[in-house]
């Protein structure tokens, strides 16, 4: 405890709990995004199978493509822990290509929804066709946009990182960044159990 | 640079997992996504029966990422009570949202 409060002195950013204003506010951010999801994936739950009319989720999914993405997704979290770990040894060459690869795999994921949405727009369904289309694409639109933030999250620290100006001592700017992109995958994680999976 | 985030870093942190713990929760979370995308092909597979199994692989992929990408499993309980507060908030907002609407996963629709 002593060596908290000494901490605490010395750094504007530990507070008397002794964590890191910065970590904390984020976990507090993640708590309310939980909320935010939840709220979207009831909604979709709720209208679930009460469209009147067509294209419904049984005639429009594509269970092995988004198997892909998701598989793409879950890899890129991994690829995020190791960019983690690389920055916090000062390892910068492996910081850089991992934390490249995770915004590589994140934009390949935002790459297939952008196919998936057109491809659903070319079928018929769009935001006003029907409550499936209504409660489908605002959920997983509000998720695709949450992947971009963290394309363009994770492409500045690999931009710091080139310039040198990312380090082992910076590790908790990856770290923030990381528990953002691990929710993301969490939140696909609920998504394509409960959209794409159970019939 | 900031130097702060150097004294930030060993203040809070109760110790990461290694690289290899990564690379087996990795492999392990691929597996239980195998399984529950292969569930979804078993023919005659009851719907009671498939709907568990996705729902707990959800949990356990959910649970793994949490625990050790996340390092929630290593880190403070306070942030713990951060997120698995509002996480609860949320379970019972899809299940008191899906009550009123008439909508469950398990049951058939009237």
Known sequence: MAAEHAAAAHDPNIGCTGLDHRKMGMWAFLGSECMFFGSLIGTYLSYKGKSINGPGPHEILNIPLTSVSAFVLLMSSLLMVLALAAVQRNDMKWGKIWLFMTALFGAGFVGFQCYEFTHFVHQGLTLQTNLFGSTFFVLTGFHGAHVTGGVIWLLALWVLALRGRLGAPDSLKVEICGLYWHFVDIVWIAIFALIYLIP | ?110
Not at chain 2, 30 to 51: D, N, R
Not at chain 2, 75 to 82: F, N, R
Not at chain 2, 91 to 105: D, E, N, P, Q, S
């Open chain 2, 1 to 110: 640079m900031d130097s702060s985030h150097a004294a930030a870093a060993p203040a809070h942190d109760g110790g990461h997992a290694t690289v290899q713990t990564y690379i087996r929760v990795a492999v392990v979370l691929a597996i239980i996504t195998a399984i529950e995308i292969g569930a979804v092909y078993v023919p005659g597979l009851p719907s009671h029966a498939l709907v568990t199994v996705i729902i707990i692989s959800g949990i356990l992929k959910f649970a793994l990422v949490v625990a050790f990408f996340m390092h929630l499993r290593y880190d403070s309980k306070l942030l713990t009570v951060l997120f698995v507060g509002p996480l609860i908030i949320a379970t019972a907002i899809i299940l008191a949202i899906m009550a009123l609407f008439g909508a469950y996963l398990l049951l058939a629709r009237a």
